[in-house]
C-alpha cells in the first residue's frame, strides 16, 4: 500500500491538508488500531445483560448518558467503584432492578 499516495488523494478529496492521516494510514497498514479495553468490555457486557437501553441503564446507575457512552466507547475508564457494580450487575443482572429502590 502507497501511503503516501492514498494520503494525497484523500487530502485533495478533502480540499485540505490532515494532519495526522498518514500517522494513521500506516498504524492500519500495520494492524494498529483501536484497543478494546477489558472495562470497556465489562461496561459492554453489564447492560448488554440487562437488556437496557444506554439511557435506562445510565438512569439506573445514576450516571449521565453521555459518560456511559464514553465508558463503552473506550473514551474514558469508569471509576473503581463503578467497575465493581458493573462485575456485580454483569453476574447478576436483577440486580439493576433494586437500584430503582436504592
Do not use: Y
Amino acid at each position: 500500500m502507497d501511503i503516501e499516495k492514498i494520503a494525497r488523494a484523500i487530502e485533495t478529496d478533502a480540499g485540505m491538508t490532515l494532519d495526522e492521516l498518514r500517522q494513521g494510514l500506516a498504524e492500519m497498514q500495520a494492524g494498529c488500531g483501536r484497543v478494546t479495553t477489558e472495562a470497556q468490555l465489562l461496561v459492554r457486557s453489564a447492560r448488554a445483560k440487562t437488556g437496557l437501553s444506554q439511557q435506562a441503564f445510565a438512569e439506573r446507575i445514576l450516571t449521565p448518558v453521555a459518560t456511559l457512552r464514553d465508558w463503552e466507547q473506550g473514551r474514558f475508564t469508569p471509576p473503581g467503584g463503578v467497575l465493581c457494580l458493573l462485575k456485580l450487575i454483569g453476574k447478576h443482572p436483577n440486580l439493576i432492578g433494586e437500584l430503582n429502590s436504592a
